[in-house]
């Protein structure tokens, strides 16, 4: 069994302010962890991923994760928000045969 | 390259009738998904199928939903009879593996039943 837990449903920063969305998973297998991002009337896009190499995942538009096994955490970080950031993300666990579980998502505001 | 096609884009219809979806995935993708994401929740998979054959199925109720991929490319899901909690908006995604790769969606169907 494998489940996701995004520990906030809303998030607010201010630009040029640091953003961190946390998540936490729970998996029988040795997972692969993604964050996917939401914008409004667009298409779920992979922001980054972890595979079992590297701990700390850098993805685009500069943000990065780091797996944290004994904390089972793969939260997501940005030193510095942009307006254009706003949006919905989505923590997701694959293990067993490639299902996948997202977990609720987070919402994202960035004040001007 | 193309990105994964949807339609109907907005669908509306009746409690009671039925609906269908369609996709196509990136071509060359063998892994096809369809994930219903209701309002203020995460998508949740209702049928993985590599190739044609079905992978996982588990959380899709069989009762009312169908789905198909002839051919291992294209894919429908139909709906019938629908009901009112099945307003969602229906996502296909595709990708080249199953566990390990990263999912390409398309930009889903958005389905009111009234």
């Known amino acids: 069994a494998q489940s996701v837990t995004q520990l906030d449903s809303h998030v607010s920063v201010s630009e040029g302010t640091p953003v961190l969305l946390r998540c936490n998973y729970s998996?029988?297998?040795?997972?692969?962890l993604f964050w996917y991002v939401q914008h409004p009337n667009k298409g779920l896009q992979l922001l980054l991923k972890?595979?079992?190499?590297?701990?700390l995942v850098k993805g685009i538009n500069g943000f990065e994760a780091e797996f944290k096994k004994s904390e089972t955490s793969f939260h997501l970080t940005k030193p510095s928000a942009h307006m254009s950031d706003a949006a919905e993300y989505f923590c997701?666990?694959?293990?067993?045969?490639?299902?996948?579980?997202f977990g609720d998502g987070t919402t994202l505001t960035v004040k001007p | 390259e193309a990105g994964v096609a949807q339609s109907p884009r907005y669908k509306i219809i009746e409690k009671r009738q039925s609906v269908a979806f369609w996709c196509n995935p990136i071509?060359?993708?063998?892994?096809l998904y369809w994930y219903q994401q209701i309002l203020g929740q995460g998508p949740k998979l209702l049928i993985q199928?590599?190739?044609?054959?079905?992978?996982?199925d588990s959380q899709l109720p069989k009762d009312r939903f169908s789905a198909e991929r002839l051919k291992g490319v294209d894919s429908t899901l139909k709906i019938q009879p629908a009901k009112l909690e099945d307003s969602a908006v229906y996502l296909c995604?595709?990708?080249?593996?199953?566990?390990?790769?990263?999912?390409?969606f398309g930009p889903g169907t958005r389905l009111t039943v009234t």
């Open positions: 995604a595709s990708s080249h593996g199953q566990a390990l790769t990263e999912q390409y």
């Open positions: 998996s029988s297998y040795s997972p692969s």
């Open positions: 972890y595979t079992s190499a590297a701990t």
């Open positions: 997701v666990v694959s293990a067993n045969a490639g299902k996948s579980t």
């Open positions: 071509s060359g993708h063998a892994t």
């Open positions: 199928f590599q190739n044609n054959g079905v992978v996982d």
